[in-house]
C-alpha cells in the first residue's frame, strides 16, 4: 500500500523519547490497520527508512488516531543537507513495507522507547 500525506502539528512526544515523528495528516477514506509498520518514506525524491505508527496512543490515554513517522537514522542536518529546509507543505509519500506489531498500552514510558527500541532495530535489518 502507497499513500500521500502532509507535516500537520503533532503532541510533541515523540522528540523527548529520542524518536522525533513527522506527524501526518490522515487521508480521506484512510484503510489502514491500527499498527505499527516498517516503511519507505519519500521526500522531494529522496527515500528513508521509516517506522509508522496509526491508530490511538493508549499509552497516552489517546483514544483518537494518529499518523506519525519516525525517520530511522536521519537527523534534521540529514535532512538539511539533502536539500529538505522543513517538511512545511511538502508532500510525504509513504510505502508500506511491512506490519510490525498491533498497538501495545504500556504502563511506562520507559516500556513504550525499549519497545520502540525493538521496532527500529528490526526494520534497520529489513532489505527495502
Known amino acids: 500500500m502507497k499513500f500521500e500525506s ?4 503533532g503532541k510533541g512526544r515523540g522528540k523527548p523519547m529520542g524518536f522525533p515523528t513527522i506527524n501526518l495528516k490522515i487521508p480521506e477514506n484512510f484503510e489502514l490497520k491500527n499498527g505499527i509498520y516498517a516503511v519507505k ?12 505508527h496509526y491508530g490511538p496512543v493508549p499509552t497516552f490515554g489517546e483514544l483518537q488516531k494518529s499518523l506519525e513517522v519516525y525517520l530511522i537514522e536521519v537527523t534534521n542536518n540529514d535532512l538539511i543537507n ?3 529546509e522543513n517538511l512545511d507543505g511538502k508532500i510525504i509519500k509513504i510505502e508500506i513495507i511491512k506490519f510490525l506489531r498491533d498497538i501495545i498500552k ?23
Open 106 to 128: 504500556f504502563k511506562l514510558v520507559e516500556e513504550l522507547v525499549k519497545q520502540i527500541g525493538e521496532d527500529v532495530k528490526n526494520i534497520k535489518s529489513l532489505s527495502t
Open 6 to 9: 502532509t507535516q500537520i502539528i
Open 82 to 84: 539533502q536539500g529538505i
Open 41 to 52: 518514506v519519500i521526500i522531494e525524491n529522496k527515500t528513508f527508512k521509516g517506522a509508522l
